[in-house]
Structures are given as C-alpha cells and as structure tokens.
C-alpha cells in the first residue's frame, strides 16, 4: 500500500515569495492533515480536511496561508507571501477517521522543509 | 493551555542500555495517548497507542509504554537500545477533534 506523498521535499525561497506544497494522502482516506513543525518543536495542526470540507483551521494564518482539497483527494498548501518565521518542515498526514476514534491512526508523509531567507 | 509536555529535550543512553521518556498530559477526559517516533528526513512513524484497557501497551520494535492516570504520564520505555533507535520521539494526544502534540524528545545513543 503507497504511503502519503508529498512534493517538493525541499524549497528555498525569498521572503514575500510565495510556494505551494503538495499532498496525496492513502487512498480511502477521508480525513487529511496539514502541520508545520518549526525546528525543535512538536507538529502544530494547521488545518484539517474531511473530504474535501474545512472541519478546523483554527490555527491557519489565513492572511497569507491557504489550503484546498479538491475533490476530496489531493491537496494544496499555499503560503503568500511567505515570511522568514515559516521557515519549517510541513507534513501532511491522512486517516480513514477523524481523530478520537479506534480507526484514528493518521499516517504521515515525509515532509517539505522549507526554508525562507 | 500545554495539553502534552515532554520535560527532556535531549537524552542521551548507551547501546543496550535501558530507555525510559516522559511524557505528561493535561486532559480532563479519559485521553487517547500516542508516541510517535521521527528519523531525519522521514515522516512520523506511529510505534504505539492508548484508548482504554490494559495500561501497559506494547509497540513496534521493541517498545512500550504505561498510562497512568494518577500521574497523567505516558511514559516510553525500552529494555534495551539499539543504534538504530537514535532519533526523535513524540507524544501525542486527541484533544477534542485535533491531535496535539509535545515538544519531542531527541535519542542519542552511544556505542
């Protein structure tokens, strides 16, 4: 069974650029994940999908990120533009369930560090 | 509010030694509790889960891990390291809709 793919694994940009990253997530999977990690930190959720419907993005910097999952499968993070503070490593992950359930277990992909200078 | 803390930033054992990480919750509900661990230039890897029963669960490569409740720890352990090991560990934890995590804690393990 393929895992969770993501492109590019790396980008360099400039601030005020602006970069989008890509996710395919486990087919069947309803629910899908975004995160960022800043270095030396935990993932942070930054959004979350249920088919292709928001259910939380509380935690989107929604004045220069966003994020689509058309057709309930594939899915686009943007940042624009982007600033030195989101130099990070973005994950993306999928589940059959949302989270709180026995089937919950989400599966991550390997991440696009980005770095802005 | 911090939902999950992980007090060691970095540890370092030796080969074959015994591991032990931390990991702390604040949750008010019964939590669902998950350690993940993370090599360089790869995505998390789940090595185990909480949801109810047995307190004491059993993971990948060789792993485990003890729900407490009066101590509201989830602690890792491990009888012996391998080299293979080194890497970043994180505890989660469902919060609501959302899985929260630790700050992490990096493995260095000596020959």
């Known amino acids: 069974e393929a895992g969770v793919a993501q492109s590019p694994r790396y980008k360099i940009i400039e601030k005020r650029q602006s970069v989008a990253f890509w996710c395919n997530p486990i087919?069947?999977?309803?629910?899908l994940y975004w995160y960022q990690q800043i270095l030396g930190q935990g993932p942070k959720l930054l959004i979350q999908?249920?088919?292709?419907?928001?259910?939380?993005d509380s935690q989107l910097p929604k004045d220069r990120f966003s994020a689509e999952r058309l057709k309930g499968v594939d899915s686009t993070l943007k940042i624009q533009p982007a600033k030195l503070e989101d130099s990070a490593v973005y994950l993306c992950?999928?589940?059959?369930?949302?989270?709180?359930?026995?089937?919950?277990?989400?599966?991550f992909g390997p991440g696009t560090r980005l770095t802005v200078l | 509010a911090q939902s999950v803390t992980q007090p060691d930033i970095h540890i370092t054992v030796s080969e074959g030694a015994s591991l032990e990480l931390r990991c702390n919750y604040s949750y008010g509900a019964t939590p669902y509790l998950f350690w993940y661990v993370q090599s360089p230039g790869q995505g998390l890897q789940l090595l185990l889960k909480?949801?109810?029963?047995?307190?004491l669960v059993q993971g990948i490569k060789g792993f485990e891990a003890e729900f407490k409740r009066s101590q509201s720890s989830f602690n890792l352990r491990k009888p012996s390291v391998h080299w293979s090991d080194a890497a970043e560990y994180l505890c989660?934890?469902?919060?609501?809709?959302?899985?929260?995590f630790g700050g992490g804690t990096r493995l260095m393990v000596k020959p």
């Open positions: 992950a999928s589940s059959l369930r949302p989270p709180g359930g026995l089937m919950n277990e989400q599966f």
């Open positions: 989660a934890v469902v919060k609501g809709n959302m899985l929260t």
């Open positions: 087919s069947g999977h309803a629910t």
């Open positions: 909480y949801f109810s029963g047995d307190t």
């Open positions: 999908f249920q088919n292709n419907g928001v259910v939380d």
